[in-house]
């Protein structure tokens, strides 16, 4: 199947610096690329949708000034937690689908865990 | 009525039984299905892809997608502790927006 990649896999930073977190596509173009956070045990919250070349598209009551989405190219996307508080420790994990796979089918990053001190 | 309904768990067989999950669905517009296995602190890996309705098999695994009764199920064969993980359903209309079950927690006992 094919491979997206998250980095880093976990972080640890201080209350008030801003994190990166990197979602690579390495076998195929990634025309949409989709964040999510998800809590112990439950399902994946949509934070945001990101389509090469566009600002992102976020859901309702995720602060786009806070969670800066960037997907310069067919192969990256970047979330950048700014400002991070302990209330932001969460999983992380990204998305994407391609043109050169099948409609609809979605491939997720292996999740990057972030703790804010 | 939510839009993807899928029996949290968690569900605990032996090892070798055979596994069932499903999920329920109430839009009619779906038509990709996704089954997805999640461990801990992972994300999610894609297990098996399904295009409108019929049944696929890979190794261990098998899909079937009900579009009438608006059901799919993934059955897991000869069920291994290692399969013991948090299984998603996902599905989407237009390959763009998808909606995903809460998960089931699933436990294969040696």
């Known amino acids: 199947g094919a491979v997206v990649s998250q980095h880093p896999s976990w972080v640890i930073c201080k209350s008030g610096t801003s994190v990166k977190i990197e979602c690579r596509s390495l076998?195929?173009?990634?025309?949409?690329m989709f964040w999510y956070r998800q809590f112990p045990k439950q399902s994946l919250m949509l934070m945001a949708t990101s389509n090469e070349g566009s600002k992102a598209t976020y859901e309702q009551g995720v602060e786009k000034d806070k969670f800066l989405i960037n997907h310069a190219s067919l192969t990256l996307s970047t979330l950048t937690v700014t400002s991070a508080h302990p209330e932001d420790s969460s999983f992380y994990i990204c998305s994407a689908i391609g043109t050169s796979r099948n409609t609809g089918e979605l491939f997720f990053g292996e999740g990057s865990r972030l703790t804010v001190l | 009525q939510k839009e993807v309904e899928q029996d949290p768990g968690p569900l605990s067989v032996p090892e070798g039984a055979i596994v069932s999950l499903n999920c329920t669905y109430s839009n009619s517009a779906f038509q990709y299905f996704m089954w997805y296995r999640q461990y801990s602190r992972k994300g999610p890996e894609l297990l098996m892809y399904?295009?409108?309705?019929g049944n696929k098999e890979d190794g261990r695994f098998t899909a079937q997608v009900d579009k009438s009764s608006k059901y799919i199920s993934l059955f897991i064969r000869d069920s291994q502790p290692s399969d013991s993980a948090t299984y998603l359903c996902?599905?989407?209309?237009?390959?763009?927006?998808?909606?995903f079950g809460p998960g089931t927690r699933l436990s294969v006992l040696p």
């Open positions: 076998d195929f173009q990634a025309t949409t």
């Open positions: 399904t295009y409108s309705s």
């Open positions: 996902a599905m989407s209309g237009n390959g763009q927006n998808f909606v």
